[in-house]
């Protein structure tokens, strides 16, 4: 009895385990499948992925309330520009996401003046002016592209704090949604894996 229990145990370990390593590689690739690039503003360096252009003087990567990587745009007097030209499929349709804090999000208190602008191409996303102050809101736009090479832009002005953005992703619809983290899975995969293979040895034994 003791053995077919132990047999029963091993067995389950290791399909658990399996399962995990398939969700992991399914995890990954759907990573992926973002379009942009450093979309969490995670690498070090002057926004690598991106290009910086307008009144580009006062933005940074940082640790935004929460530990989550974000950028940090307090540009003053006319706004800067944030973009990237993804790889795009004229009419594909699109998910474009991200995660915007009007000074909230940096332990700042927002104020006024300030704008913001986010676009996909030619169509505008959203856009704020002489926002009040708000926690990090994700939004999602689903667009159809309306080329090959499709440019992603956001806009920042804001005299007296910063606008916190992070998590941008542009996903192709009926794709897999991105994945930030995989490393999760790969601890939980291992320990599993590892807990069969001791399991095993001590029923051959």
Do not use: H
Request: overall charge negative.
């Amino acid at each position: 009895m003791l053995l077919k229990l132990e047999a029963y145990m091993f067995n389950r370990i290791r399909t658990a385990a399996l399962i995990a390593v398939v969700t992991l590689g399914c995890s990954v690739a759907s990573f992926a499948n973002n379009l942009v690039t450093n979309g969490n503003f995670s690498v070090p360096g002057n926004f690598p992925g991106w290009t910086l252009s307008g009144n580009a003087t006062n933005q940074t990567e940082t640790t935004c309330l929460g530990g989550i990587s974000c950028g940090e745009f307090g540009e003053v007097g006319s706004d800067a520009y944030l973009s990237q030209i993804l790889a795009t499929t004229s009419g594909s349709v699109y998910q474009v996401s991200f995660e915007l804090s009007n000074g909230l999000g940096g332990g700042g208190s927002g104020g006024t003046p300030n704008d913001f602008s986010a676009n996909f191409g030619a169509s505008q996303l959203t856009s704020f002016v002489n926002a009040n102050p708000f926690d990090f809101t994700t939004f999602t736009y689903n667009i159809t592209a309306a080329s090959n090479d499709t440019q992603l832009q956001f806009a920042f002005r804001q005299d007296p704090s910063a606008w916190f953005l992070t998590n941008v992703s542009v996903i192709e619809e009926g794709g897999a949604p991105p994945v930030p983290e995989p490393s999760s899975l790969i601890l939980l995969s291992t320990g599993l894996l590892g807990a069969a293979g001791a399991l095993r040895r001590k029923f051959v034994s």
